[in-house]
T-cell receptor
Framework: GDSVTQMEGPVTLSEEAFLTINCTYT??????LFWYVQYPGEGLQLLLK?????DKGSNKGFEATYRKETTSFHLEKGSVQVSDSAVYFC??????????FGKGTRLHILP | EAGVAQSPRYKIIEKRQSVAFWCNPI?????LYWYQQILGQGPKLLIQ????????DSQLPKDRFSAERLKGVDSTLKIQPAKLEDSAVYLC???????????FGSGTQLSVL
């Protein structure tokens, strides 16, 4: 069945560092791909999405490109801030809008 | 626009007791999901409704879990009897079909003692 694999955390970076969180997927057909974020004490919310190959989703300085050839959707940000500390979940939407999440990557940004 | 409403916010029960959670999705959202999120893990899909029909319940432990969405709006998720390993946050989410964008409620944190 469909699945999402993302890098283990926690990831700890200094402020203004470059961030990459890896995500790969397995799916039949052509899923849509998402990154959701869970800030401390808050609920899950959509960060960005891409619906077809080579699409780039972006929001709040974060970017991810849908790579069909490598079945990947890595999350990147050029300069992280303390406020980016959160848990990040990669997800896919397959047949019948079934949405599957990865295990999450906790990100700590040090001032 | 009102968000996804869930209740209760917290629940503590003893094993073998029963518990029920309630969810009211965003108005007009035909698709409703229940997820289980164990501490330190990603949300695991338990059941997905489209209007009042079940689309997927392949990971719902049907010997103890049940869910319904009778009028295609509100939904309830029940556990009977509860086990220690059911301790988790139960998340309800809704979406418009085809968008893939989920709107989550604040969740119900269940502790089974």
């Amino acid at each position: 069945g469909d699945s999402v694999t993302q890098m283990e955390g926690p990831v700890t970076l200094s402020e203004e560092a470059f961030l990459t969180i890896n995500c790969t997927y397995t799916a039949t057909g052509y899923p849509s791909l998402f990154w959701y974020v869970q800030y401390p004490g808050e609920g899950l919310q959509l960060l960005l999405k891409a619906t077809k190959a080579d699409d780039k989703g972006s929001n709040k300085g974060f970017e991810a490109t849908y790579r069909k050839e490598t079945t990947s959707f890595h999350l990147e940000k050029g300069s992280v801030q303390v406020s980016d500390s959160a848990v990040y979940f990669c997800a896919l939407s397959g047949r019948d809008d079934k949405i599957i999440f990865g295990k999450g990557t906790r990100l700590h940004i040090l001032p | 626009e009102a968000g996804v409403a869930q209740s209760p916010r917290y629940k503590i029960i003893e094993k073998r007791q029963s518990v029920a959670f309630w969810c009211n999705p965003i108005s007009g959202h035909a698709t409703l999901y229940w997820y289980q999120q164990i501490l330190g893990q990603g949300p695991k899909l338990l059941i997905q409704f489209q209007n009042n029909g079940v689309v997927d319940d392949s990971q719902l432990p049907k010997d103890r879990f049940s869910a319904e969405r009778l009028k295609g709006v509100d939904s309830t998720l029940k556990i009977q009897p509860a086990k220690l390993e059911d301790s988790a946050v139960y998340l309800c989410a809704s979406s418009s079909p085809g968008t893939g964008r989920l709107f989550f409620g604040s969740g119900t944190q269940l502790s089974v003692l």
